[in-house]
């Protein structure tokens, strides 16, 4: 099951090792920069295209490199509550 700690843990050691193609490991498979993540409590998407103009995140930020402080823009819920988007 995902929580702050696994994401925080993962997103630390592929930052650290540089990894351009960094992931998050997902039950599913992994995650790459360019997906979208949705918040499980408001359903707020998280869209690195976009990415965040509240907490000044410019667009093609990957979710794995958003700041420690970034929170949900809807419920302000942590990043451990997002989850990918399938389309």
């Known amino acids: 099951q995902w929580s702050v700690s696994a994401f ?4 630390s050691s592929d930052l650290a090792e540089g990894r351009p193609g960094g992931h998050i490991a997902w039950a ?10 949705e918040c499980r409590i408001c359903w707020y998407v998280y869209d690195p295209a976009r990415g965040d103009p509240v907490y000044q995140i ?22 451990g509550s997002f989850v990918p988007v399938t389309d």
Request: charged residues 25%; hydrophobic residues 35%.
């Open 8 to 11: 925080l843990l993962n997103r």
């Open 28 to 37: 599913n498979g992994p995650v790459w920069n360019d997906a979208r993540l």
């Open 58 to 79: 410019e667009p093609g930020t990957p979710f794995l490199a958003l700041p420690d402080f970034w929170r949900c823009l809807e419920c302000d819920s942590d990043p």
